[in-house]
């Protein structure tokens, strides 16, 4: 056997993809509209102890910009999970497959 590693390549591949699979999973957590969310209860539950049922309404373009900009970050989270699953199986096989 051979003290190299048989493609060493797909290594490096593997590893790029772990960084930019980490860089857009952080991304996308970063984007999430959790805290949004949480902040419109907390305003609404305010708003139904204080009789207030008008509140603050937020523009329909901004919400549907808000919903776009949630919707890629919840599919950048998904590329993101599967581009470190492919990373580690390139770096795995490209140090332990032989080719032949």
Known sequence: MDPGFAHPLWIVAGVLLIFAGFWLFRWSRRNSASAEIAAATTEAAVNKLLK???GSAKPAKKRAAANFR?????????VGLLMIIAGLVYAVFGIFYSGE
Request: charged letters at 0%.
């Open 52 to 54: 207030n049922p008008a």
């Open 70 to 78: 949630n919707a890629m970050a919840q599919l950048a989270g998904i």
